[in-house]
């Protein structure tokens, strides 16, 4: 078997375009790259290789290294009169390296290919280069209202990906023009967000917040991400304006869940931060706390898989009757943990009937009860709030399903009977792989 083969065993590409290639012999990497760069080869398989190509170099670094025939055969088909395989060349040449010819092809592409999925693969395309000319146009096109939404949309992206801070003033501006297309604005929140580590986070502050209170729920939505990226940045302004939104922004964003639930973590972890008196983001006491929630309900990502209903985005209606009395969670709390300290936050937050903190094993938890006497949010060492998601399962009804999550991520059903290293397990297995 050639190496070759064994690569494609070892990374399978999608089977239609592996069973394709394979009915046409092609069993080196020559072989891919010629049919490629063959004008005259049969359109779909050059399709199929192109695919099986860029699945290769993003599994296997030795096809993402620089190779001239490579380059040369992927720049080769640019110029198919075909757009679907134009866009199969642009996302194969997402895994070879800059070259100042990989980076001049798209270019071009942008400014002259006349099909605009074909431009808008090449505007993300570019975000990989940090080449001189590069992040000035994906910023004028950003701020340039009179071509499309999307490709709009997709420069946003692309200065994103270059990781070049000459983009958040141009993204800061645009989320905060209110002449401007909301759904640009709140792209442009989004990706400022994935950026507020390597930003003036304190400057962005003040104006998440006030984004935080717009009339657009897509626009309130990622203000709240922004705000839970930017954690912990104990601001007194901040804290009254999440409160409201924990506390009665039911809103869903559609595709996505409340802009209350996306609020919730940087609420708890903020007060996380003051009451366990940390100086800041990477002190040892915060840096290993999460906020989970416990619910009966659907929530984060599994909400979002019920809402989508194929390619439509539909209501998902649902309801428990489950309904917890803060004064009976209170007593709970005492007698399980006789030194809990109860309504420990001042003021007392609007979104939380009752909170509490409890010294546990790992360090600090802190915990509350939210105003729809459903959700119960912890803040603290994964492994204590496994152990409190399962003494919390045993005091409620069995007929109530309670599922533990962490933020954006799948729900574990809290089960009876299982170990808090049972639960830990079956949490990190939703995590991003990231994670």
Excluded at 61 to 77: D, G, M
Aim: proline content about 6%.
């Amino acid at each position: 078997m050639t190496d070759f083969e064994q690569h494609l065993q070892a990374y399978p590409p999608d089977p239609e375009s592996l069973t394709h290639i394979r009915r046409h012999n092609i069993s080196s990497l020559d072989d891919l790259l010629n049919v490629i760069a063959d004008h005259g080869a049969d359109l779909d398989l050059r399709k199929s290789a192109c695919s099986v190509l860029g699945n290769l170099a993003r599994r296997d670094e030795r096809y993402s290294v620089y190779q001239r025939p490579v380059l040369l055969a992927l720049l080769s088909a640019l110029h198919s009169p075909d757009a679907d395989l134009r866009t199969l060349v642009i996302l194969a040449l997402w895994w070879q390296p800059h070259t100042t010819a990989t980076v001049q092809a798209l270019v071009d592409l942008v400014h002259r290919d006349p099909v605009e999925d074909v431009r808008l693969h090449a505007i993300h395309g570019l975000g990989k280069y940090q080449a001189d000319y590069v992040v000035p146009l994906l910023v004028e096109l950003a701020q340039d209202k009179h071509v499309g939404q999307p490709e709009r949309i997709f420069a946003i992206v692309a200065l994103e990906c270059t990781g070049d801070l000459r983009a958040v003033p141009v993204l800061h501006a645009i989320m905060l023009d209110d002449v401007d297309d909301v759904e640009v604005r709140a792209v442009a929140a989004e990706l400022l967000s994935h950026m507020a580590e390597q930003a003036d986070m304190p400057t962005l502050l003040p104006d998440f917040v006030k984004l935080l209170q717009h009339e657009s729920v897509e626009l309130r939505f990622w203000a709240a991400f922004g705000l839970v990226t930017m954690a912990g940045l104990d601001v007194p302004a901040v804290l009254p304006v999440l409160d409201r939104a924990v506390a009665y922004d039911d809103a869903v964003l559609p595709g996505w869940w409340s802009v209350s639930r996306e609020a919730a973590p940087a609420l708890e972890y903020t007060w996380y931060q003051r009451l366990a008196v940390c100086t800041d983001r990477e002190s040892c006491c915060c840096r290993s706390a999460g906020t989970y929630l416990i619910s009966p309900l659907w929530e984060y990502e599994d909400y979002m898989q019920r809402s989508r209903v194929g390619a439509d985005i539909v209501p998902f209606e649902q309801q428990s009757d489950l309904d917890v009395d803060p004064d009976w969670l209170a007593g709970q709390l005492a007698q399980q943990w006789p030194d809990a300290q109860i309504n420990v936050r001042h003021p007392q937050p609007e979104a939380l009937l009752l909170d509490w903190r409890l010294d546990m094993p790992n360090g600090m938890m802190l915990g509350g009860l939210h105003r729809d006497r459903l959700a119960v949010f912890l803040t603290g060492d994964t492994l204590d709030v496994a152990t409190f998601a399962l003494w919390y399962r045993g005091i409620i009804p069995p007929q109530h399903t309670l599922r533990l999550y962490w933020w954006a991520d799948r729900g574990c059903e809290i089960h009876p009977g299982k170990t808090p290293a049972d639960l830990v397990v079956a949490l990190r297995a939703n995590w991003p792989v990231s994670g």
